[in-house]
T-cell receptor, first 116, second 115 residues
């Protein structure tokens, strides 16, 4: 078990460019979450997947944000036409959901995005 | 909606001092409650959790008790160490059928422990 990994760890981009981040969850985990964390704040939920199905995406910040999880394994988060306000840490987490119980989420190290 | 309110920081303590970080929540039903810790340069790690009223979560000398009557989940440690310096986040997740079980976080409390 190597934990949740995210790539790249840092991304600097110019305003207007598109960026894509990757998350590899813990292998047996069926749920995958994306969060955004800005300086001095707690993480804010963006979207989640149960296997390959994206079951909640209303919290994505705008239609410039999209996420995929093909084949229920790794996931990608894309931001199109980046803006300076998109600068933040993007966190991925995974969990193993069974029945009604709450399962802890395991977080990756995050991708820090800086838009210049 | 769900929300978490945490004691504002930063908090600075001397080694071996007693720590309390207050956390209160607003939620529908009875959520599960968590404390996560973020050490400098690292990702979020689960510190402890409690899933029902009066449960006590504990780990590494830290404790927190799920108090339904006061909607609180305060974090305590009897004797802090320099290595406890980090940002601490209180969080909840709803346990309603069909929910995303996403975490709702507080804004975090920065703890610095001086030798």
């Amino acid at each position: 078990d190597t934990g949740v990994s995210q790539n790249p760890r840092h991304k600097i981009t110019k305003r207007g460019q598109n960026v894509t981040f990757r998350c590899d969850p813990i292998s047996e985990h069926n749920r995958l979450y994306w969060y955004r964390q800005t300086l001095g704040q707690g993480p804010e939920f963006l979207t989640y997947f149960q296997n390959e199905a994206q079951l909640e995406k209303s919290r994505l910040l705008s239609d410039r944000f999209s996420a995929e999880r093909p084949k229920g394994s790794f996931s990608t988060l894309e931001i199109q036409r980046t803006e300076q306000g998109d600068s933040a840490m993007y966190l991925c987490a995974s969990s193993l959901a069974r029945g009604q119980g709450a399962r802890e989420q395991y977080f990756g190290p995050g991708t820090r995005l800086t838009v210049t | 909606g769900n929300s978490v309110t945490q004691m504002e920081g930063p908090v600075t303590l001397s080694e071996e001092a007693f720590l309390t970080i207050n956390c209160t929540y607003t939620a529908t039903g009875y959520p599960s409650l968590f404390w996560y810790v973020q050490y400098p340069g690292e990702g979020l790690q689960l510190l402890l959790k409690a899933t029902k009223a009066d449960d006590k979560g504990s780990n590494k000398g830290f404790e927190a008790t799920y108090r339904k009557e006061t909607t609180s989940f305060h974090l305590e440690k009897g004797s802090v160490q320099v290595s406890d310096s980090a940002v601490y986040f209180c969080a909840l997740t709803p346990i309603s059928s069909g929910s995303a079980r996403q975490l709702t976080f507080g804004s975090g409390t920065q703890l610095t422990v001086l030798p």
